[in-house]
């Protein structure tokens, strides 16, 4: 069964810090990976996806993540972050049409 | 549009009641999931639906139950409420239309005492 590890549980950032959040999964073959945001009290948001073509991709609010296929990854990064990226931050891999597999989650504390 | 809708917000029930937990759609999506989330442990799958008649565990479907008869509605079904379902419920939809992301309802937090 695919898995979805995300490493850190718990970031704790200053505004204006740059932020790289870690995912690794264990599905081999072709995926489509997701990074998803929950702000607090709050439902599930998609903030970027790739399937397939630049491994680079840009999201909302100055979100980006890299694929590396080599290293089965999908690193979240933006380069500055803000008090109102505060939340919880989840990965997630499916293969077309199947159940999205999720990480535990990462929460993100910006201190002003 | 109102997306994906979740009833009700909050819920406290005693344990052994049951209760039954709504979500409806209006985008037309077939595929439609609820999750369960619980705090560190990110989102567990309960079951889902690739289209109305058609239902499908997913991870954690024990004490669960569900049923599709419209593309639009989801329900899922607690029959004998334990503690152990104490959560927050999420409703999700996918398209068919090849963008493989799924849309999240507002979810509705449980509390089973």
């Known amino acids: 069964a695919q898995s979805v590890s995300q490493h850190n549980h718990h970031v704790i950032l200053s505004e204006a810090a740059s932020l790289e959040l870690g995912c690794n999964y264990s599905y081999g073959g072709t995926v489509n990976l997701f990074w998803y945001v929950q702000y607090p009290g709050q439902h599930l948001q998609l903030l970027l996806k790739?399937?397939?073509?630049?491994?680079l991709v840009k999201g909302i609010k100055g979100f980006e993540a890299e694929f590396i296929k080599s290293k089965f990854s999908f690193n979240l990064r933006k380069p500055s972050v803000q008090w109102s990226d505060t939340a919880e931050y989840f990965c997630?891999?499916?293969?077309?049409?199947?159940?999205?597999?999720f990480g535990k989650g990462t929460m993100l504390l910006v201190s002003p | 549009n109102a997306g994906v809708t979740q009833t009700p917000k909050f819920r406290i029930l005693k344990i052994g009641q049951s209760m039954t937990l709504q979500c409806t759609q209006d985008?037309?999506?077939?595929?439609m999931y609820w999750y369960r989330q619980d705090p560190g442990m990110g989102l567990k799958l309960i079951y889902y639906s690739v289209g109305a008649g058609i239902t499908d565990k997913g991870e954690v479907p024990n004490g669960y139950n569900v049923s599709r008869s419209t593309t639009e509605d989801f329900p899922l079904r607690l029959e004998l409420a334990a503690p152990s379902q104490t959560s927050v419920y999420f409703c999700?939809?996918?398209?068919?239309?090849?963008?493989?992301?799924?849309?999240f309802g507002p979810g509705t937090r449980l509390t089973v005492t």
């Open positions: 790739y399937f397939s073509g630049d491994p």
């Open positions: 999700a939809t996918q398209s068919l239309a090849g963008t493989y992301e799924q849309y």
């Open positions: 985008m037309n999506h077939n595929y």
């Open positions: 997630a891999v499916n293969r077309g049409y199947s159940t999205l597999t």
